[in-house]
Every structure is written in structure tokens, then in C-alpha cells.
């Protein structure tokens, strides 16, 4: 108990301090996060879903928290420098776990570099406020809904210290046609732990995209940890994509919790260009028939990295299709893992699922470990899942470099034509040109850290 101990001393010690500073939306399931937390304690590695990363070592350091709220001096408008740029979205900050939803409707603003990353009018009905605000009121009776079923005491920790989040709202039959572009800044003087909560309800007949780009401002010890629940309506269609690029010191514990009712789309697509240490979960629940989810991952990582990504896709509902593809480059020492499983309930009749993991271990001692599993109660289903592990192919290197191709070339030709099927799956043309590059610029060594972000000092 002895990473658990001092976060519960924490909260026993602050917990009106805690309060104080957030709304009853998210005060309301304090005390019964703390109780299950306390009661259940991190997960061993012995723990089916935790094997391959050590969570318990991972908290274990003393970390600062803002838990008295105190203002960050930064204007993320004009030092925003992100890799991802001027992709006409609806541009969003949140510095550490706090949202800035200052600017009004419509305000056009700059970046350094000049491009216009305005914050263009919403359609009617459409909410994007913080939870700790009266406007987060709305989503009350949805927050913590799915993530509270799970006993993960990540995400009880989470529900215990998060005193603000980000709140999506998206009305029946309405379509957001601009990406909502989330900027999540990491920024802090001090070793930092930070508690970032995301609650999005997307009503029936609705459609939004969202992307959130994790980066580290400074060169400190970060952990964050992260939850994320998705509500997502009948006949509505919900893109979510993640792009972390922050730096060695980062630590990353990410929990995504969606629900998808009657004939409604699910595209699901992560992406860890850099990172220290990334445990990503995914738990998705196929509710009602008809409902169809993507499942898309790609890692590259090298040095010490580790990136774990752990998915549960649960078909409770008949006619309902899941497609997951996850692909890993690891280089020199770095360590993934990926244990997906799919669980068919009883009744799920006319399930189709499919589930792919593909890994290059681009070096000697790089590590892969890959579980793939499937769990069929209903005896109507097309279901497959599939893994590899391997290097590069000596017969494509030699091939290339008899047509003057540098070795160094053609191994970043190959590992970029690896991962380019994940990054084509990308539906926003603007962010998968963008990513092209990015991936290009990785297995150059020219993406070493966060290095575009105008807050690095």
C-alpha cells in the first residue's frame, strides 16, 4: 500500500480544499471513488489487464498537485506552436487540467507562426464548457455513469482529485461539421500531477469529431491521468482521435469509456509519436444493434519508451460489427505491449469483429508482448483476431538498396510504409497529411520531444 498511501493521506488531509474548488457535478462521487480506491488499491501486475505495465511503481513518486486552483501565467493563443496546425478546427486549450473557454464565439486570433486558429461559432445547442462551471451542470446525470461500472482504481483516483474537465455537448441531429481541436498543455515549474476528466454526450442522429494533442511544456516530471466518457446516441457518429507527443519524463495513465446505442458509428484512433511511459485503456460497449465501431492504433517508440494499449470491446447487441488495428515500431530498448479482447455476450447474434496487432521490433533489443482474445457466447458470429511480431524484411532492404537506396533510407521507407496503413485510416484529410509528415519527421530523429510547442524553454 505504499503508493496508495500517500493519496490517501492527500485526501483525507485536503478534501474540502478539493471540493472548494470544483462543482457538485463532479463533488458527488468523491467520497465513493475514495472508498473503492482505498478498498481496492492499485493493481498488481498479477492483475490479467495490468501484466505488462507496473502501475503502483508508476505513482510511486511524490508529485505535486494544484489543488488550490492557482492561475497558470500563460496565453497558449500566442505561444501556441502545435505540430498539428491551422487544420480549420474549433480550436480548445487546457493548460494542465484546467479548459480555457475564455475567448468568444467567432474571435479570430494568431499563432506565431501566423496561421488563424479561430474558434468559429457552434451550431445551436452545442455546449463545450468546463465541468466545474454551471454550465457542466448539464451533463450531471451522464458523468461518471460508465467510468463508475469499472473498478479501476486509476479511475477512481481520477474521480477523487479531478476538480475540473471538459465538457462536449453535441443536441439530436445536430452535425458539427469543423474537428474540435483540443490543445492539452502540460506546463509547470515543479514535478506536476495532473487529473484531466473529459465527459462527451452525442445525442441521437448527432455527429462531431474531436482531437486531443497531448504536449509537455517544460522539462518536468509530469503524470497525468486521464478519463474520458462518451455517450454516443442512436444513429450518431462520434470520431476521437489522440495524438501524444510530449517528452521522456511524461507519464500517461489514459482511460477512454464509450457506449454506442442502435446504429450508431464509433471511429477510435490513437497515435504516440513520443512519450516517456503511455498506458492507454479502452473499454467500448456495443449496446444497441446496428452499431459499428474502428478501433485504430500506431506507437513508434524507441530509447526507454514503454506503450501499453489494453481494449475491450463488449458486443452486447446483435448485428453489430468491431474492427480494431494496432501497429507498434519499436527501436533500441523500447517495450510494448497490447492485449485487446473482445467479449460476444449471449443474444449478440450476426456479430462480425475483427482484431489485428502487427509489431516491428526494428532492433535487437526492443520487447513486444501481444495478447489478442476473443470470448464468444452467442454461436452466429464472424469473428477473427491475429498478431505478428517481426524485423524488417532483409529480402525488401536488399532489394531497395539495389536501386541506390541507403540503407538508413530504406529502413525509414519501410517502417513508414508499416504504420501508414494505421494514419490512413484517419478520416480528416488535413490531420492525416499532417501526420504523414510527423511520422516522417519521427523516424528521421527530428521529433525528438515536443520541440514545436512555442512554451518550451
Not at 457552434?122 to 451542470?137: A, C, F, M, T, Y
Not at 482531437?211 to 503524470?223: G, I, K, N, S, T
Request: glycine share 6%; net charge negative; hydrophobic share 35%.
Amino acid at each position: 500500500m505504499k503508493s496508495e498511501k500517500q493519496y490517501i493521506e492527500l485526501y483525507e488531509q485536503a478534501r474540502q480544499m478539493i471540493f472548494d474548488h470544483s462543482s457538485e457535478t463532479m463533488n458527488a462521487q468523491r467520497d465513493e471513488a475514495f472508498k473503492r480506491f482505498v478498498s481496492a488499491g492499485f493493481p498488481s501486475r498479477k492483475v490479467e489487464r495490468y501484466k505488462y505495465t507496473d502501475i503502483s511503481k508508476l505513482f510511486e513518486p511524490d508529485y505535486g498537485l494544484n489543488l488550490n486552483r492557482l492561475e497558470i501565467p500563460v496565453d497558449p493563443y500566442t505561444a501556441f506552436r502545435c505540430d498539428v496546425p491551422n487544420l480549420s478546427t474549433n480550436l480548445y486549450f487546457v493548460v494542465n487540467d484546467r479548459p480555457l473557454l475564455t475567448s468568444p464565439a467567432g474571435e479570430e486570433k494568431n499563432d506565431i507562426r501566423g496561421n488563424v486558429v479561430s474558434k468559429a461559432k457552434l451550431p445551436d445547442g452545442v455546449i463545450i464548457g468546463n465541468l466545474s462551471s454551471p454550465i457542466g451542470e448539464a451533463g450531471r446525470g451522464r458523468y461518471h455513469q460508465l467510468a463508475g461500472k469499472d473498478d479501476d482504481a486509476v479511475t477512481h483516483l481520477n474521480t477523487m482529485l479531478a476538480q475540473d474537465g471538459l465538457f462536449v455537448y453535441v443536441p439530436k441531429n445536430v452535425k458539427v461539421d469543423r474537428a474540435i481541436q483540443v490543445i492539452n498543455i502540460l506546463k509547470s515549474d515543479v514535478d506536476l500531477m495532473v487529473n484531466r476528466r473529459v465527459l462527451i454526450i452525442v445525442e441521437e442522429g448527432a455527429e462531431v469529431k474531436l482531437l486531443f494533442c497531448d504536449h509537455a511544456a517544460d522539462d518536468r516530471q509530469f503524470l497525468t491521468t486521464q478519463v474520458i466518457e462518451a455517450f454516443v446516441g442512436e444513429r450518431a457518429h462520434l470520431g476521437l482521435y489522440c495524438l501524444e507527443e510530449t517528452h521522456a519524463k511524461n507519464v500517461r495513465v489514459s482511460n477512454v469509456y464509450i457506449d454506442q446505442q442502435r446504429d450508431s458509428h464509433v471511429c477510435h484512433n490513437i497515435i504516440t509519436l513520443h512519450n516517456g511511459t503511455t498506458r492507454n485503456k479502452l473499454d467500448l460497449t456495443l449496446s444497441g444493434e446496428g452499431a459499428d465501431c474502428e478501433c485504430y492504433g500506431c506507437v513508434i517508440a524507441d530509447k526507454e519508451q514503454h506503450v501499453d494499449n489494453n481494449t475491450l470491446i463488449v458486443h452486447k447487441a446483435g448485428h453489430c460489427t468491431s474492427n480494431e488495428l494496432y501497429k507498434y515500431v519499436l527501436n533500441d530498448e523500447a517495450t510494448g505491449a497490447f492485449a485487446g479482447r473482445v467479449l460476444v455476450e449471449p443474444g449478440a447474434q450476426k456479430t462480425s469483429s475483427q482484431m489485428t496487432n502487427q509489431n516491428l521490433c526494428a532492433s535487437s533489443k526492443s520487447r513486444m508482448y501481444t495478447q489478442p482474445m476473443l470470448e464468444i457466447y452467442a454461436d452466429d458470429v464472424k469473428c477473427a483476431h491475429g498478431s505478428t511480431v517481426g524485423q524488417l524484411n532483409d529480402a525488401a532492404l536488399f532489394y531497395m538498396r539495389q536501386r541506390g537506396i541507403s540503407e538508413a533510407e530504406a529502413k525509414t521507407l519501410l517502417q513508414q510504409a508499416f504504420v501508414g496503413e494505421v494514419v490512413d485510416r484517419i478520416d480528416l484529410q488535413p490531420l492525416r497529411d499532417r501526420l504523414h509528415h510527423l511520422v516522417d519527421m519521427r523516424f528521421r530523429g527530428r521529433l525528438s520531444k515536443c520541440e514545436g510547442c512555442g512554451l518550451c524553454k
